[in-house]
């Protein structure tokens, strides 16, 4: 089963991502770490994106959808997806069904983790990552702290932290999120094709409630 995350920032859907890649298999469509690759690719199409950024102003949906259409198509489509950050707009939907189509892929369950405001501040302001192996620690969560505090596991290297990860970054994302991103709950939860979860519980216990409900929905 495919499965888009709808979830605000903090709520935990990279973690879960993870744990749904390293057991199942999933392919893991982040629309912001897209953006990033094909950036750095120095492509055409990544150009034009660096540019738009370097401005200053927001990607469009069309230009969303194309990047979207792209990085679909090169991956293997035998196995299934997980969509994060995208769609994120009513606008979006409408370009993603129709990407489906295209590309002959089953529509995707909504996943919904709802979450408290400051419990997802919290989450979000504690996030630290290895720049190395990338791997992801919780500086607030008694699961996810590093061994040594501020030091990756693994690498043994320090730990660094989103620049976008602050507390006035993070109310404007949450509000965009509550403006923009809501709605497509009501038109999943239309369609029959939405599923809600508590995110204030542990990620264990959640992925493990998420695993029930794809099995029975195989």
Do not use: W
Request: glycine share 6%; proline share 2%; with cysteine.
């Amino acid at each position: 089963m495919n499965i888009i995350f709808l979830a605000a920032p903090g709520a935990g859907k990279g973690t879960l991502s993870d744990m749904l890649k390293a057991k199942y298999g999933y392919n893991h469509i982040s629309a912001g770490e897209v953006l990033r690759e094909e950036v750095s690719s120095g492509s055409e199409l990544g150009n034009e994106i660096k540019a738009i950024i370097d401005k200053g102003m927001l990607i469009d949906d069309e230009l969303m959808k194309k990047l979207m259409l792209k990085k679909l198509s090169s991956l293997d489509k035998s196995k299934n997806f997980i969509f994060d950050g995208y769609p994120r707009t009513v606008v979006q939907v409408n370009h993603y069904k129709e990407i489906c189509k295209e590309l002959e892929i089953e529509e995707a369950y909504g996943i919904y983790l709802y979450i408290d405001k400051d419990v997802a501040m919290k989450r979000a302001l504690g996030r630290r990552n290895c720049p190395n192996c990338k791997r992801g620690y919780n500086i607030y969560s008694d699961d996810f702290k590093p061994m040594v505090e501020g030091i990756c596991d693994d690498c043994n290297v320090e730990l660094i932290s989103r620049n976008d990860d602050n507390e006035e970054s993070f109310n404007k994302r949450f509000d965009t999120y509550l403006k923009e991103t809501e709605p497509l709950i009501k038109i999943f939860d239309v369609e029959g094709k939405l599923v809600e979860f508590d995110a204030l519980k542990n990620s264990s216990k959640l992925f493990s409630e998420i695993e029930e409900f794809l099995e029975k929905n195989k």
